[in-house]
């Protein structure tokens, strides 16, 4: 298994700022995930990050709107810019150990 | 042909019923099904998953059933208690992405 922690647990943002969410792993990970979870709903992909090379996005999401780093194989970094109230979900970062995906506990962000 | 679909959306039970959850898929290049355990404030949690080449597992009073040929799976969850209410989410993996279910809320009744 793996232990995920992520920063902020949740924050309150205004319109048209910008939030760098970090996620950490315990261990070495080749892949990371980003997803969104708006409320009361399903997990959405955001996109695959790999150490070394350019994020994956899904579509419907840009690497404009979600940059995302990841610097070495226990961290990434996924930043929410120009932010709107459709913004305000909760972000989740996991890694897959196998075929197994453990999550993080996520980011609950609120845009105002 | 990437879809799940859960249900119900929501389910309400009494304390020691049995709660069943119910998915379907589409697409047969999926090969690992696994069920996740969200309560509020958490990230989801693994519960339980299964392969396509077996019809059943239980783990604790936690069971999957498969059908193959129709391309379906279960949760169900024996002698359910309050502390089970959360909600659950089915998935899919095809190559090493995971499609979700819409979610199913459960709510034990003491």
């Known amino acids: 298994s793996a232990v995920i922690s992520q920063k902020p647990s949740r924050d309150i943002c205004q319109r048209g700022t910008s939030l760098t969410i970090q996620c950490q792993v315990d261990?070495?990970?080749?892949?990371m995930f980003w997803y969104r979870q708006q409320p009361g709903q399903s997990l959405t992909l955001i996109a695959t990050?790999?150490?070394?090379?350019?994020?994956?996005?899904e579509s419907g999401f840009v690497i404009d709107k979600f940059p995302i780093s990841r610097p070495n194989l226990t961290f990434s970094t996924l930043t929410v810019s120009n932010m709107s109230p459709e913004d305000s979900s909760i972000y989740l970062c996991?890694?897959?150990?196998?075929?197994?995906?453990?999550f993080g506990p996520g980011t609950r962000l609120t845009v105002l | 042909q990437q879809q799940v679909k859960q249900s119900p959306q929501s389910l309400i039970v009494q304390k020691g019923g049995i709660s069943i959850i119910n998915c379907a898929y589409e697409?047969?290049?999926?090969?690992?099904f696994p069920w996740y355990q969200q309560f509020p404030g958490k990230g989801p949690a693994l519960l339980i998953a299964?392969?396509?080449?077996?019809s059943e597992k239980k783990e604790g009073r936690f069971t999957i059933s498969f059908n193959k040929s129709a391309k379906q799976f279960s949760l169900h969850i024996m002698d359910s208690q309050p502390g089970d209410s959360a909600t659950y989410f089915c998935?899919?993996?095809?190559?090493?992405?995971?499609?979700f279910g819409t979610g199913t809320r459960l709510k034990v009744l003491a």
């Open positions: 990050a790999n150490q070394g090379s350019e994020a994956t996005y």
């Open positions: 697409n047969t290049a999926f090969d690992y």
């Open positions: 299964i392969r396509p080449d077996v």
């Open positions: 998935a899919a993996q095809g190559t090493y992405k995971y499609i």
């Open positions: 996991s890694v897959p150990i196998t075929d197994t995906q453990y």
């Open positions: 261990s070495q990970v080749t892949m």
